[in-house]
């Protein structure tokens, strides 16, 4: 057995001896990550189904019939002020969901076939608040009876004024909406996960073997530098593509689930979704890309811990490193719907972010595919390079 592979062997022994690694790498992408999504997605469903069936409070000032009209929804407790400061007041300090302030001589305008004027007050910071979406929702009620009872005043079809009808079709397909949406997603955690499977491998096995003394020990034996880097990068890649494959049957096994056993429970929209996610191509294209990246990150990693002086400091620059993967990856994620160029294609982690989308989209440019896999090659070998570097330098393997 040749010489690194005896180092590799060692390493992975010492690795997974501790269950810290299999924490990282097996357990927590395999169970938690399936659990933390279905409690999101829980917590989320319970929240909206609380806010479709909640009373809001509204404060009004002002004098219309348009008041008779909102207290007949169910969903709102009307309180009526004595000025406008006192509504602003009510919705600032939340003792009301929303506060409305009806114009002087409202009713008057609306009779004489002017129009009226109504502000409403609100916080948004509420993402499921469903209270000023059921306020306009009575008020244009209310708009469209007194539209209807103009035109049949003036013997006027309502054709009259809305010359124009716009139909509008959404022509996204499934696939699409699941790539846009959910792709980047999906992208970023398998960004996160490969990182933390490769991160405390890296550390352990440099600063760590340092701070140890038994750096120097190895580097005395008769291992080559090339050799003493292909075991400890194999070790830490391997840690890293484990904690891809067990974080992507974590994502996959339960919506393979859902696909095979519960599709009558699920709505027809849903169930499209989930099949696009499942595409074995769309697996296949994304664990391929994962491959080099992780290669990419073990050795990025592992040079930096290499000259780092301790731990701590390995701890700290990688911390740096880390916001340098998640920055590209995070784009996608507030930029639903980007398209990737051949310069995105050459940004490791955008380019996976992207090309995960097109992938569960079945919009993939296999071009591009190509120009980002043999770009992050490109990236590995210029890491491991850098890593020899690092391994051959007696100034940083003894820096101190």
Same mark, same amino acid.
Do not use: C, H, Q, W
């Given at each position: 057995m040749s010489k690194w592979r005896v180092l590799l062997n060692k390493e992975i022994l010492h690795l997974f001896r501790d269950t810290k690694t299999i924490l990282q790498t097996v357990i927590i992408p395999t169970f938690i990550t399936p659990l933390l999504i279905g409690a999101i997605f829980w917590y989320i469903s319970s929240i909206a189904q609380e806010e479709?069936?909640? %009373?809001?409070?509204?404060?009004?000032?002002?004098?219309?019939?348009? =008041?008779?009209t909102l207290e007949e929804s169910e969903r709102l407790n009307i309180f009526t002020k004595s000025s406008v400061t006192d509504v602003i007041n009510d919705v600032e300090t939340e003792v009301t969901d929303v506060g409305l302030s009806i114009s002087n001589n409202f009713d008057g305008n609306l009779n004489n076939k002017l129009s009226g004027e109504i502000t409403i007050y609100s916080k948004n910071l509420d993402t499921f608040s469903q209270a000023k979406n059921v306020?306009?929702?009575?008020?244009?009620?209310?708009e469209n009876q007194i539209r209807? /009872?103009? #035109?049949?005043? #003036?013997?006027? /079809?309502? /054709?009259?004024? /809305?010359?124009?009808? +716009?139909?509008?079709e959404d022509l996204t397909t499934e696939e699409e909406f699941a790539g846009t949406f959910v792709g980047a997603f999906v992208a970023f955690m398998f960004i996160a996960y490969i990182l933390t499977g490769s991160m405390y491998p890296a550390i352990d096995l440099g600063a760590g073997e340092k701070e140890r003394g038994?750096?120097? %020990? #190895? =580097?005395s034996t008769n291992i080559s530098t090339v050799e003493i880097i292909i075991g400890k990068m194999f070790s830490i890649t391997l840690s890293a593509v484990i904690t891809a494959i067990f974080s992507t049957l974590g994502f996959i096994i339960p919506l393979i689930l859902i696909y095979l056993f519960y599709a009558d429970s699920i709505p027809q929209y849903a169930f499209d979704v989930i099949a696009a996610i499942v595409n074995p191509v769309a697996i296949l294209g994304i664990f391929v890309l994962i491959i080099p990246l992780s290669i990419f990150m073990g050795s990025l990693l592992l040079a930096i811990s290499i000259y780092a002086k301790n731990t701590k400091e390995a701890s700290l620059l990688m911390g740096n490193i880390v916001?340098?993967?998640?920055?590209?990856?995070? +784009?996608p994620l507030i930029n639903p719907g980007m398209d990737l160029d051949l310069v995105g294609s050459l940004i490791p982690c955008f380019n996976l972010a992207l090309h995960t989308n097109a992938l569960i989209s079945g919009s993939v440019d296999w071009f591009l595919y190509a120009c980002s896999l043999g770009s992050t090659v490109i990236y590995c070998l210029i890491a491991v390079y850098i890593t020899y570097i690092m391994f051959d330098d007696e100034k940083v393997i003894f820096r101190s």
């Open positions: 479709s069936i909640k %009373t809001y409070k509204v404060s009004i000032f002002g004098d219309s019939e348009l =008041i008779n306020i306009e929702s009575s008020i244009r009620t209310y209807e /009872d103009r #035109l049949t005043e #003036l013997n006027l /079809d309502e /054709d009259f004024i /809305d010359p124009i009808k +716009v139909i509008e038994t750096m120097e %020990t #190895l =580097i916001l340098i993967f998640f920055a590209p990856a995070y +784009v």
